[in-house]
């Protein structure tokens, strides 16, 4: 949806999958073997939502902010900027409200 709200061609975006636990097989592409694939084929810049949080937390901010823009880099990218969750953005917390109180008034 957010692709097709911004005319992205497929060559645009992308999507990628974090949180392996353990030593089961994880989905797949993994987040930082497609970023190392993305940097050695020229691509500089990325841009990385992780859609999956509403709130920011270590997962978001220190893998993927810190150690898959370090990974990125390694790679041949110059620059990974992490969009931020919805964390506390006004209209994040008007949507929630609404929420509890249609739940709470069943």
Known sequence: LIAERYNLSADEWSVSFQSRFGREEWIK?????HLAR???NGVKKIVVF???FVSDCLETLEEIG??????F????GEELKLIPSLNDHPEWIHALTSIIRQQLAG
Do not use: S, W
């Open 50 to 52: 992780c859609p999956a």
């Open 73 to 76: 880099r390694k790679h041949g």
């Open 66 to 71: 810190i150690r898959a823009a370090e990974h």
């Open 38 to 40: 993305l940097a050695a």
């Open 29 to 33: 592409p993994d987040t930082e073997m």
